[in-house]
């Protein structure tokens, strides 16, 4: 009777364990498909703030064609003043405000402007 029961709780044990292993395989699909929707989300997000940013940058350059040469320098000036306030702060790391301080200047010191 024992070894009966001892095989019945073994089998029971192999059942269980099946069970958490395909249920834990189950789950980690889920969890993978989730992972993989969001990162493609973000994807779509990032694409969409890039293009936004070049026709941000196209309207831009359009704009200051169309000004006169001291017009242009005095927005030059005026947005390197302001360039030289900026600071790293709670919300704005400092990384981020040299990436800000690059981007300006690579952009102010471009010959389409």
Known sequence: ???????????????????????????????TFELLTRLAKKEEESKELVAQTQALEIVVTA?????????????????????????????ITLHDTELLRQYLTKFLSSPCI
Do not use: Y
């Open 1 to 31: 009777m024992k070894i009966v029961a001892s095989t019945s709780r073994q089998h029971e044990t192999r059942m269980i364990t099946s069970c958490f292993k395909s249920f834990g395989t189950i789950a980690m699909r889920n969890l």
């Open 63 to 91: 704009i200051f064609h169309r000004m006169e040469r001291s017009e242009q320098q005095a927005i030059k000036s005026r947005v390197e003043d302001a360039l030289s306030n900026v600071r790293p702060s709670d919300t």
